[in-house]
C-alpha cells in the first residue's frame, strides 16, 4: 500500500504547512493590532504626567516610564518583540502581567481561566447538540410525511415541524445575553427564594468542579444554558434542512424497501450522510466560542478567557491582551483543521477523494 | 396474516413453473392518486394485472406514464400524501390496506424492488456488507457468521469478484455495474418472491445493460422468482417478458404476452414505441421516428383517450370518449377506439433484436405459432418501418366513423 | 473543501437554504409574496424606523418626553402605565417609552451603518474576489480567513479601544491629543461593527459572485469582448444584489444585537444617550420586580431582529435560483 501512504503523507505534510503559514499569520496580526491601540502601557503604570514643566520631576518621571518599558520590553525594535513573544508563547511563556508593584506570569492567569470557557464550551454545546439533534430529526420526520396509516398522526407531525420551526425561529433573534439576563432574573429573583436552602442556583462565579461538584454544576448551568439555546436554534434548522433533502435520496426508499422500521431507517441511515453540515457548524462554533463567551462570562462572573481579554483591554495589558488573543485565534484555527479530519471519517467519500 | 410463511423463505422448496395456476400477484383496479396543492394528481389508474410466479411481466412507457408509481404502489412503496384504491392480492392476502408492519414484514423477505440508479440507491456512507446483512437480519434468524457467509454467497451469485473485499467497501468505490449487481443482491438476501425491477438498466452502460439483464434473469430461474421489469425501452421487454403491459397517462393501454404484442400491435402508442427504436437494418441517416408531442396533464387529464393529442390516427370520437379497455379474444387486451396493426413478426422482433442489450433470439420466436389466425388479418409486411393505411381490422368498432 | 462553512449564524442562516426557513417549503407560498407574518414583519420595522427618524419631532411635540432627564416625581423603576410614563422609568427615573423611541434611532443608526460599511466595502472586495478568481481572490480569501480566525467581539471591542479618545490623564508630551476626528461612540461603533463585518460579508458576496460569474450568460459576455468592469457590474452585480439584500437584512439584526453585547461590556452607546443596548445592560443588575425597563428594551429587540430575519429569509427564498428545479 505504499502509493497510498505516500499521499496520505503528503497532504500532512501540505496541511500543517498551510497550518503553520496560517499560525504565523494570525499571531502576527495580533501583535501589530494590539501594538496600535492608543495609549502606552508605561503611562498607567508610572503615575504622574511628565510635562508638569518642572524639569526634574519630568526627568525622572521619563526615567522610570523607560524603565518600564525596558523592562517590558517595548524598547526592542518590533520585529524582535515579535520573535521573542511568539517564541515565548510556543514554549509556554506568554509574558506578564503587570501592576504597579508587581508583574504576574500571564500563563498563570491563563492557566486560572481556560479551564471554565473550555467547560463552558462543553457544555454549552452537549446541551445545544442534545435538544437540536433529536428535534432537527423529528421536525424532518414529521415535515416529510410521518408513516403513518392515521391521517391524524401525520398532520401532528407537520404541526410539530412547524412549531419547533417557529421556535427556533425566535431562538435565534433573541441575543444570547438577553437569554442570559432574563434567567438570571428568573432564576434569582423567582425560583431561587421557593427553593429548599440547599439549592441555590444563582450563579455566584465560577467554582471549580473539584471543590463542589454540586456548586460547579449550578455555577455554569445558567451560562451554558443561555450560550446553548442560540445554537439550538441554528443546529435545529441545519439538520433539519440536510435531512428533509437527505430524505428524498433513493438510498432511503432502498432502504425502507428491505423492511427495516422506520426509526431505523431515520436513525441510521438519514441521519449520518445529513450531518455533514452540522458537524461543521457546530466546529466553527466551539471555534468561535473561545473567544465569544465575553458577555455571558461577565454577566455571570465566570473569570474565563473572554473575561480575561475584556479586562486586559481595559487595564491596557497589551501582552496580556495579545497572549490571549493569540491563544484563541490558535485554538480557532487548530480547532478548523480538526474538522478537516473529521469529515473524512464521517464521510468516506471525502476520503477517497483525497 | 399467515406470519409463518413469511419467516425464513429461503427455506421454503422451489416450486417449478408447472402446477402453479394459482397467480403469485392479483392486482384489481389499482388507482393511485397524489394528494397536491392544485389537485389531485392521478398517476395510476385502473390498472389491472396478473403474475404467476416465475414469470416476467414487462411495464413499458415513457417518462410520466405512471410505470414507477405503479410497481411501487403495488409494493405499497408510496409517500404517505398517496391514495390508493382497488386490490392487490399477494398470495391470496389483500394488501391494500396492510399496516405499514405487515408491510414491513413483507417488504425484503417477499416483495423486493432493483432501483434505477445504483449510485443513490446506495447509502453513501455505509459498507456494502453491511447494506446487505441488514437485510438479512431484519427477516432471517441468523447468526452474524451465516450473516456473512450469505453476503458473500449473494456477491459470488451476481457475479461479483472477491467477495469478500468487497464487504468492507464503500459504494463509491464500485463501478456502475457492480453497484447494480450488489443492488440485485440486496435485493435477493431474503429469497422474495417477487422482484421488481424499476429501470434497472436505464443508468447503466449499454455494455453492462445486458449482463444485468442476463442476472436478473437467471437469478429469476434459479429461484422461481417473478420479475416486474418496469421500463421505457421496447426492445428490452422483447426478449425478457413473458407478456407486456403498455401503459400511458397512468393507464394501461395495451397489454398481451410478448409474442402476441410483437405480432399485432394494436395501439398507436405501441406502435409509435417500437417505430421509435433505432434500427440497424435500415439505411443509416434515416430519421429517428420521435413520438411529438408531450405527455398528458395528470392533474387534468383530457376528456377522451390520454394518447389523442398525439395519435396519428386520432378521430373526433378518441377526443371525446375515452375508449375502455377490451379484449380481443386472445388475451390481447387494448385501449383504443381505431387500433392499428403490425404486420409480419419477423421484421419487427428481427430490428429490434439488432440493439446491444438485447441477447440474440434465434429460432424461438419464429417457431411460435400461437396467433397464426390472426396473421391472416393482418394487411402485410411493413416497409420501412411505416405500417400500412388503417388496416381492415376484423374489430367492429372500426365500422361506424370510419371517414 | 468543506471548510467554505461559516463562522457566525449569519452565515448559517444563509447557507441553510429554503426549507429552513419559514415559510413552507411543500406548498408555493414563498414564491408568492411576503404572506402575512410577512407583512406583520415589515410594518413592524417600517414602523420603528419612522419612529426612530422622528424622534425629535416626536420629542418637540411632547409626544414622548426627554429621554435623559430624571422625572423627579416618578419613583424609580415605576411600573408600566404610571401616571405620565405610559412604559414606566428605569432606575434613573428617566422615562422608558423616549428613551425606547431615540434608543431606537441609536440601535437603527448603529446598525444600519455597520452593515452599509461591511456591505460597501465586503460587498465590493467579495464581489471582484468572485468574479476575478485567480491569484487576486485567493490573497483576498486568505486574509479573510485569517481575520475570521479572531473572535469577533474580541476584534469589535480591540476596535473601539482603538478608535475611542484616550482618556485626558494618557495627554502625551503636553498637547492633548485630539481623538481621531472627534468621533462620537455612534460612530466609533459604526466603524468597529461594519470592519468586523467585513470579512463575513465579503465570504457571502464572493460565494453569490462566484456562482454567478460561472454563468454562461457571463461567459458570453465576456466572448463578446466585454471588459471586466464592465461586465461584472452590469451582468453579475444586479443578480447578486437581492441575495445581498438578505443577507443584509440578517446582519443588521445581529449588529443591533452586537451592540447590545457591547453595551453590556460598557463600550457601547454613551449613556446618557439612550440606546436598546445600553438600556438593557444598565437596567440589568435590577433584582425585583418590575422589571418594564429591562424587558421593554429586550421585547422590542425582539421583535425587530425577529422581524429583520424573518424578512431576509423571505427575501431569499424569492430570489433563490435553483439550477435544477425537478
Same mark, same amino acid.
Given at each position: ?54 524639569? %526634574? ?80 430529526? =423529528? ?41 442570559? =439576563? ?80 422506520? %426509526? ?51 487595564? %491596557? ?33 471525502? %476520503?477517497?477523494?483525497? | ?207 453492462? @445493460? ?9 437469478? @429469476? ?183 | ?178 481623538? $481621531? ?41 465576456? $466572448? ?33 444585537? $452586537? ?14 444617550? $439612550? ?52
Amino acid at each position: 500500500m505504499s502509493p497510498n501512504v505516500t499521499r496520505i503523507l503528503k497532504t500532512v505534510v501540505r496541511k500543517l504547512l498551510q497550518l503553520l503559514i496560517v499560525l504565523f499569520c494570525v499571531t502576527l496580526f495580533t501583535f501589530l493590532l494590539v501594538r496600535f491601540l492608543p495609549g502606552d502601557p508605561e503611562d498607567l503604570l508610572v503615575p504622574g504626567a511628565d510635562n508638569t514643566g518642572d524639569p %526634574r520631576t519630568d526627568q525622572i518621571i521619563r526615567e522610570q516610564k523607560e524603565e518600564v518599558r525596558s523592562d517590558m520590553g517595548l524598547d526592542k525594535p518590533l520585529p524582535v518583540q515579535y520573535l521573542e513573544w511568539v517564541s515565548g508563547v510556543a514554549t509556554g511563556d506568554l509574558g506578564f502581567e503587570y501592576s504597579k508593584q508587581s508583574k504576574e506570569p500571564v500563563s498563570d492567569r491563563v492557566g486560572l481561566a481556560l479551564p471554565s470557557t473550555l467547560q463552558l464550551i462543553a457544555y454549552s454545546q452537549i446541551i445545544a447538540l442534545g435538544v437540536a439533534i433529536p428535534l432537527g430529526v =423529528l421536525s424532518a420526520y414529521g415535515q416529510a410525511g410521518v408513516n403513518s396509516k392515521s391521517k391524524r398522526v401525520r398532520k401532528a407531525g407537520k404541526i410539530f415541524d412547524r412549531a419547533a420551526n417557529a421556535t427556533a425561529f425566535g431562538m435565534l433573534s433573541l441575543p444570547n445575553f438577553a437569554v442570559a =439576563l432574563l434567567l438570571a432574573f428568573l432564576v434569582g429573583v423567582k425560583l431561587n427564594p421557593s427553593l429548599p436552602e440547599a439549592i441555590d442556583i444563582r450563579p455566584q462565579g465560577y467554582v471549580a468542579f473539584g471543590e463542589d461538584p454540586l456548586d460547579h454544576i449550578f455555577s455554569m448551568l445558567l451560562p451554558s444554558l443561555s450560550l446553548a439555546i442560540g445554537q439550538i436554534a441554528v443546529y435545529m434548522r441545519v439538520l433539519r434542512s440536510d435531512l428533509i433533502q437527505t430524505l428524498q435520496e433513493d438510498f432511503i426508499l432502498m432502504a425502507k424497501s428491505k423492511g427495516i422500521s422506520n %426509526r431505523r431507517v431515520l436513525w441510521r441511515h438519514a441521519l449520518r450522510p445529513s450531518s455533514l453540515t452540522l458537524v461543521t457548524i457546530a466546529g466553527l462554533q466551539v471555534g468561535t466560542l473561545i473567544g465569544g463567551t465575553v458577555v455571558i462570562e461577565v454577566i455571570f462572573n465566570i473569570k474565563g478567557m473572554g473575561y480575561l481579554i475584556f479586562e486586559s483591554i481595559l487595564t %491596557r495589558q497589551y501582552l496580556m491582551l495579545q497572549s490571549c488573543v493569540a491563544i484563541v485565534a490558535v485554538g480557532f484555527v487548530l480547532i478548523n483543521a480538526l474538522l478537516d479530519v473529521l469529515y473524512t471519517t464521517l464521510d468516506p467519500r471525502i %476520503r477517497h477523494a483525497g | 396474516m399467515s406470519a409463518p410463511s413469511l419467516a425464513k423463505t429461503a427455506d421454503r422448496p422451489l416450486r417449478t413453473h408447472d402446477g402453479d395456476d394459482e397467480p403469485l400477484l392479483v392486482v384489481d383496479n389499482l388507482s393511485t392518486t397524489f394528494a397536491s396543492d392544485q389537485g389531485p394528481i392521478r398517476a395510476v389508474e385502473d390498472v389491472t394485472l396478473r403474475l404467476q410466479r416465475g414469470r416476467t411481466l414487462g411495464i413499458v412507457g415513457e417518462s410520466g406514464s405512471g410505470k414507477s408509481v405503479l410497481s411501487r404502489s403495488i409494493m405499497g412503496l408510496v409517500p404517505a400524501y398517496a391514495t390508493r384504491t382497488g386490490s392487490i392480492r399477494y398470495e391470496g392476502t389483500e394488501l391494500l390496506d396492510a399496516g405499514p408492519r405487515e408491510l414491513r414484514k413483507i417488504w425484503g423477505a417477499q416483495m423486493a424492488m432493483v432501483f434505477q440508479d445504483p449510485m443513490t440507491a446506495l447509502n453513501p456512507v455505509q459498507k456494502i456488507g453491511a447494506q446487505i446483512t441488514e437485510s438479512i437480519r431484519e427477516h432471517l434468524d441468523y447468526s452474524k457468521t451465516q450473516r456473512r457467509d450469505t453476503a458473500i454467497a449473494l456477491l459470488r451469485s451476481v457475479g461479483i469478484p472477491e467477495p469478500e473485499r468487497r464487504l468492507k467497501q464503500y459504494p463509491h468505490e464500485l463501478s456502475g455495474g457492480m453497484r447494480q449487481r450488489v443492488v440485485i443482491a440486496i435485493a435477493l438476501a431474503c429469497g422474495p418472491h417477487l422482484l421488481f425491477a424499476d429501470e434497472p438498466t436505464t443508468a447503466l452502460d449499454v455494455t453492462v @445493460q445486458a449482463q444485468i439483464l442476463d442476472l436478473i434473469e437467471a437469478q @429469476q430461474a434459479e429461484r422461481n422468482m417473478a420479475v416486474i421489469l418496469v421500463t421505457h425501452d421496447l426492445g428490452v421487454v422483447a426478449t425478457r417478458a413473458d407478456e407486456i403491459a403498455v401503459m400511458y397517462g397512468g393507464r394501461i393501454v395495451e397489454q398481451a404476452p410478448t409474442q402476441v404484442l410483437f405480432r399485432q400491435m394494436r395501439h398507436p402508442y405501441t406502435e409509435a414505441l417500437l417505430r421509435s427504436i433505432p434500427r440497424l437494418d435500415l439505411p443509416s441517416h434515416t430519421r429517428l421516428e420521435a413520438i411529438s408531442g408531450r405527455p398528458p396533464d395528470l392533474l387534468h387529464p383530457p376528456q377522451g383517450c390520454r394518447f389523442a393529442a398525439r395519435c396519428p390516427y386520432a378521430q373526433p370520437k378518441c377526443h371525446a370518449e375515452e375508449p375502455e379497455l377490451v379484449d380481443d379474444g386472445t388475451g390481447h387486451l387494448f385501449r383504443c377506439w381505431y387500433p392499428v396493426g403490425i404486420a409480419s413478426e419477423q421484421t419487427t422482433i428481427d430490428s429490434v433484436v439488432t440493439n446491444a442489450h438485447v441477447r440474440q433470439v434465434g429460432d424461438e420466436i419464429a417457431t411460435d405459432d400461437v396467433v397464426a389466425d390472426d396473421a391472416a388479418t393482418a394487411p402485410g409486411p411493413a416497409v420501412d418501418g411505416r405500417p400500412p393505411a388503417a388496416p381492415a381490422s376484423a374489430d367492429a368498432t372500426l365500422a361506424e366513423e370510419d371517414s | 473543501m468543506p471548510v467554505d462553512a461559516p463562522p457566525a449564524a449569519v452565515e448559517a442562516q444563509a447557507a441553510v437554504g429554503a426549507t429552513g426557513g419559514p415559510a413552507d417549503p411543500e406548498g408555493s407560498s414563498a414564491k408568492r409574496g411576503l404572506g402575512a407574518v410577512g407583512w406583520v414583519a415589515a410594518s413592524w420595522l417600517i414602523f420603528v424606523i419612522l419612529v426612530a427618524f422622528l424622534a425629535p419631532v416626536l420629542e418637540s411635540t411632547e409626544i414622548i418626553k426627554d429621554p435623559v432627564s430624571a422625572d423627579a416625581e416618578a419613583g424609580p423603576g415605576a411600573p408600566l402605565f404610571t401616571e405620565g410614563h405610559i412604559l414606566g422609568t428605569d432606575k434613573s427615573r428617566r422615562d422608558v417609552l423616549s428613551r425606547l423611541v431615540w434608543g431606537a434611532r441609536s440601535s437603527l443608526i448603529v446598525g444600519v451603518g455597520a452593515v452599509a460599511v461591511g456591505m460597501l466595502v465586503g460587498g465590493a472586495l467579495g464581489l471582484i474576489s468572485g468574479f476575478r478568481r485567480g491569484r487576486a481572490d485567493t490573497a483576498l480569501s486568505s486574509l479573510f480567513d485569517i481575520l475570521l480566525a479572531f473572535p469577533q467581539l474580541v476584534l469589535a471591542l480591540s476596535l473601539v479601544a482603538f478608535l475611542k479618545p484616550p482618556p485626558p490623564e494618557v495627554a502625551t508630551d503636553g498637547d492633548v491629543v485630539e481623538a $481621531a476626528g472627534g468621533l462620537t461612540a455612534i460612530q466609533i461603533l459604526i466603524i468597529a461593527i461594519g470592519i468586523v463585518a467585513i470579512p463575513l460579508l465579503a465570504r457571502i458576496t464572493r460565494a453569490t459572485s462566484l456562482t454567478w460569474s460561472q454563468r454562461e450568460f457571463v461567459l458570453a459576455g465576456r $466572448a463578446q469582448g466585454a471588459r471586466g468592469l464592465r461586465l461584472m457590474i452590469r451582468e453579475v452585480l444586479p443578480n447578486v444584489l437581492p441575495a445581498m439584500f438578505s443577507v443584509a437584512l440578517l446582519s443588521i439584526g445581529i449588529a443591533i444585537i $452586537a451592540e447590545g453585547g457591547l453595551s453590556v461590556l460598557g463600550v457601547g452607546v454613551e449613556p446618557p444617550q $439612550a440606546s436598546w443596548g445600553n438600556m438593557i445592560a444598565e437596567n440589568r443588575s435590577v433584582n425585583r420586580d418590575p422589571l418594564n425597563a429591562l424587558f421593554v428594551p429586550m421585547v422590542v429587540v425582539f421583535f425587530t431582529v425577529m422581524a429583520l430575519n424573518y424578512l431576509g429569509d423571505a427575501v431569499r427564498e424569492r430570489f433563490d435560483v435553483r439550477e435544477s428545479s425537478l
